[in-house]
């Protein structure tokens, strides 16, 4: 079955320091995968999405992904946070032939000045 | 262009009660998504349409129902409000289906059962 695990529920980094969130995904095909960020009551926002071809994504606010198929990874970077980027990150599965999109639960990001 | 837009913001309904959370998208999307996230839990597809006049369930459907009369609102009904449907429901829409596009996603609306 296709599943998705971010395995950190919450990070907290300073700002001005590096990201790293972790995604991993279960799928039998070559997946399409995306990460949306939520804002504090806010609905969920496209960050990045890998299709094919280039296997580092680069997305809106400076983040960037890298698919790897050997590890069946999708983890979100940035070089340096800022304060604006705490939010939650979702890193989604999208199902091909099926009208599916599986999140995973989701990581925290708490940024200390 | 507005987006997605789901209304009510708020509510807080009693147990048994019913309700209709409602949701617009003015992007000419075919396809649009109910979802329900709960803490820790990521999101659940509740029930999704390919089109006008057509529906069908996802992961956790009972307790809910819908309909997609246009192309461009696609309400979720809760008949006989229970304690377990206390959530965030968030409305998405997109250009293609199959999971293959990104989705548009609405403010959301919280709801409480008491």
């Known amino acids: 079955a296709q599943s998705v695990t971010q395995p950190d529920i919450h990070i907290t980094v300073s700002e001005g320091a590096s990201l790293e969130l972790r995604c991993n995904y279960s799928?039998?095909?070559?997946?399409?995968l995306f990460w949306y960020v939520q804002s504090p009551g806010q609905g969920l926002q496209l960050l990045l999405k890998y299709f094919s071809g280039d296997t580092l994504v680069q997305g809106i606010k400076g983040f960037e992904a890298e698919f790897k198929r050997s590890q069946s990874s999708f983890n979100l970077r940035k070089p340096s946070v800022h304060w604006s980027d705490a939010a939650e990150y979702f890193c989604?599965?999208?199902?091909?032939?099926?009208?599916?999109?599986?999140f995973g639960a989701g990581t925290r990001l708490f940024v200390k000045a | 262009n507005a987006g997605v837009t789901q209304t009510p913001k708020f509510r807080i309904l009693k147990i048994g009660q019913s309700m209709t959370l409602q949701c617009t998208q003015d992007?000419?999307?075919?396809?649009m998504y109910w979802y329900r996230q709960d803490p820790g839990m990521g999101l659940k597809l509740i029930y999704y349409s390919v089109g006008a006049g057509i529906t069908d369930k996802g992961e956790v459907p009972n307790g809910y129902n819908v309909s997609r009369s246009t192309t461009e609102d696609f309400p979720l009904r809760l008949e006989l409000a229970a304690p377990s449907q206390t959530s965030v429901y968030f409305c998405?829409?997109?250009?293609?289906?199959?999971?293959?596009?990104?989705?548009?996603f609405g403010p959301g609306t919280r709801l409480t059962v008491l």
């Open positions: 989604a599965v999208g199902v091909t032939g099926g009208f599916k999109t599986i």
């Open positions: 992007m000419n999307h075919n396809y």
């Open positions: 998405a829409s997109s250009y293609r289906g199959g999971g293959e596009d990104e989705q548009f």
């Open positions: 799928y039998g095909a070559t997946p399409y």
